[in-house]
């Protein structure tokens, strides 16, 4: 059972293996190093008003591009070449606005990938906390058995009857 364990420590390398097996069968307690990088910071969560502020950020940056594009960039022109400049602008403002919520979608993706990495790493240290405890209990379990027959033999060899000195027989009345 405790090469299972041993075994099932995948980021410890062969060294650090014999070591943690030859600890835990004589009894002393080695850890394996640590499995996992150094604890993530976590994020704060996004409130509806962060939301919602950002929202109005892109809708301000998208109504920005298309009035400064429509008005100045149309003065002076008539007929096709306004309704074709004033069409490039409204391309160009919802350009800015697709492009805004590309980065808020890449911005959100990342936040994902983050959690997920966390939480990874939260369960990759519960793993690694419950097979130390596991180690643990296994030596302390194999250290009280040969405790507990170490005890049982010395028990017997207490309890036996003596022979006596003489060579005789040995008494054996009983006593009520």
């Known amino acids: 059972m405790i090469c299972n364990i041993v075994v099932g420590l995948s980021d410890v390398d062969e060294h650090d293996r014999r070591r943690l097996a030859t600890a835990l069968e004589s009894g002393r307690s080695a850890s394996p190093p640590p499995a996992v990088s150094a604890h993530r910071p976590r994020l704060r969560e996004l409130s509806p008003k962060t939301m ?3 929202a109005a950020v892109i809708a ?7 009035v400064v594009l429509w008005w100045p960039a149309t003065a002076g022109l008539n007929g096709a070449e ?6 490039d602008a409204l391309k160009v403002g919802l350009s800015v606005a697709v492009g805004s919520g590309g980065v808020v979608a890449l911005y959100l993706s990342w936040r994902r990938q983050h959690s997920t990495e ?7 240290r519960a ?3 419950q097979q130390e405890v596991h180690a643990a209990t296994m030596a302390h379990l194999d250290r009280v058995a040969r405790a507990t027959e170490h005890d049982a033999a010395e028990r017997r060899l207490s309890e036996q009857p003596r022979q006596p000195a003489s ?4 008494d054996r009345r009983i006593w009520c």
Do not use: M, P
Not at 82 to 87: D, T
Not at 167 to 170: D, H, N, Q, R, W
């Open 127 to 129: 793993l690694a906390h």
């Open 167 to 170: 060579g005789g027989a040995i």
């Open 118 to 124: 966390a939480d990874l790493d939260n369960r990759e």
């Open 82 to 87: 306004l309704v074709s400049a004033r069409l």
């Open 52 to 54: 919602w502020l950002t």
């Open 60 to 66: 301000v940056l998208t109504a920005g591009a298309v």
